[in-house]
């Protein structure tokens, strides 16, 4: 089975500066798709931006960007411009093209975002 | 514009009892899904369904019971409480289940057996 990895439990970046979120994950699968979802304390999970695999262009949400390195399997989250409201778990995502109910998270990276 | 809902947002239950955790959803999504959150793990799917009576297991459906007879409810019954089942748990519903779908979540219940 697949499996995500966030190797960071907890990160912490100033306001308006930037910070990257990593995520590696394991497949053997040549297309796939990834996710960041964010989870505020409210706990209601958000997506935050997605990535097909096959797209060599990373995708862009605003403030919120990806590097997707499909030969590292690694597909990191950069916030640009760091908010308060930016504090939240992230969760690095990955569905199965193949399995359609297959979705694999990650444990999940704290971020904290200071004033 | 109430979307996806979950009662009740807290539960404490003793181990051995039955307890069922609803789900609501008022976009008349046709997929929907059961996740468990537990520290280090993320979120892990216990079940999904396709439609209204079509169910099936996901990664650890082991202790819990699905049904679905309207397309806006998804309840979740854990049919004897084992304090393993101490979670955050998790509804979603799609409108499609692959690709680059979203999953709408809602808020979580908080299950904690004694």
């Known amino acids: 089975a697949q499996t995500v990895t966030q190797s960071q439990p907890e990160m912490s970046v100033q306001e308006a500066e930037t910070v990257t979120l990593s995520c590696t994950y394991d497949?053997?699968?040549?297309?796939?798709?990834l996710f960041w979802y964010k989870q505020p304390p409210s706990r209601q999970m958000i997506l935050v931006i997605r990535?097909?695999?096959?797209?060599?262009q990373n995708a862009t949400e605003n403030r919120f960007s990806v590097n997707f390195q499909k030969a590292a399997k690694s597909f990191s989250l950069k916030i640009s411009d760091s908010q308060l409201g930016d504090a939240a778990m992230y969760f690095c995502a990955y569905r199965s093209a193949y399995i359609n109910n297959d979705m694999r998270f990650g444990a999940g990276t704290r971020l904290t975002v200071k004033p | 514009d109430a979307g996806i809902t979950q009662s009740p947002r807290y539960k404490i239950t003793e181990t051995g009892r039955q307890v069922t955790l609803m789900c609501h959803q008022t976009?008349?999504?046709?997929?929907m899904f059961w996740y468990r959150q537990d520290l280090g793990h993320g979120l892990r799917l216990i079940y999904y369904?396709?439609?209204?009576?079509?169910?099936d297991k996901g990664e650890v459906p082991d202790g819990y019971v699905v049904s679905r007879s309207k397309t806006e409810n998804f309840p979740l019954t854990l049919e004897s409480a084992t304090r393993s089942q101490t979670s955050v748990y998790f509804c979603?519903?799609?409108?499609?289940?692959?690709?680059?779908?979203?999953?709408?979540f809602g808020p979580g219940t908080r299950l904690t057996v004694l």
């Open positions: 497949t053997s699968e040549s297309d796939y798709y």
């Open positions: 976009w008349s999504h046709s997929y």
């Open positions: 979603a519903s799609s409108v499609g289940v692959g690709g680059l779908s979203e999953q709408f």
């Open positions: 990535q097909e695999a096959y797209k060599q």
């Open positions: 369904s396709a439609a209204a009576d079509i169910t």
